[in-house]
Structures are given as C-alpha cells and as structure tokens.
C-alpha cells in the first residue's frame, strides 16, 4: 500500500503548492505520432512498413486494456 498512498501524498503536496497535475493528452497524442512518424520514416521496405503499421494498430487497439490491468494489479 506503500505506493499507491505515497502517489495520494505526492499529488496532494503538489496541489497544495498550486501545481497543476493534470497531463494535456492532446499534447501526449501529437507527441507520440510526431515520434511514431519519425521512427517510420527510417523504415525502408513497404512490406517492413505495413508490418509496422499492422502492429501499432494493433498496439492501440490492445494496449488501453492492459494499461487499465496493469493501473488496477499495481495500485
């Protein structure tokens, strides 16, 4: 339990010195495709590019549950 309520404390102390916690997820989105669009430049075959595409699709669809999952087992 250590962790999840030294988090609590961890943000509580950060507001309470005026902080702002909240992270802008439209900022995290552009920032992630601007990333994913430079790593797929380097690609250099059509057929390496769409198994890259294939797989960060897939990627997007599946990894929001185990983000949950893992959020949930962990804390």
């Given at each position: ?8 404390v ?11 916690i909240?992270?802008?997820l439209?900022?995290?989105h552009?920032?992630r ?6 790593y797929?430049?380097l690609?250099r075959t059509?057929?390496?590019r769409?198994?890259?595409?294939s ?6 669809v ?5 983000d949950d999952?893992?959020?949930w087992?962990e804390?």
């Amino acid at each position: 339990m250590d962790i999840p309520f030294g988090c609590i404390v961890h943000y509580l102390g950060r507001l309470e010195h005026g902080e702002w916690i909240e992270r802008s997820l439209d900022e995290i989105h552009e920032d992630r495709n601007e990333l994913v669009d430079q790593y797929r430049k380097l690609i250099r075959t059509d057929e390496d590019r769409d198994s890259f595409d294939s797989a960060r699709s897939d990627t997007r669809v599946i990894y929001k549950y185990a983000d949950d999952h893992l959020f949930w087992i962990e804390h």
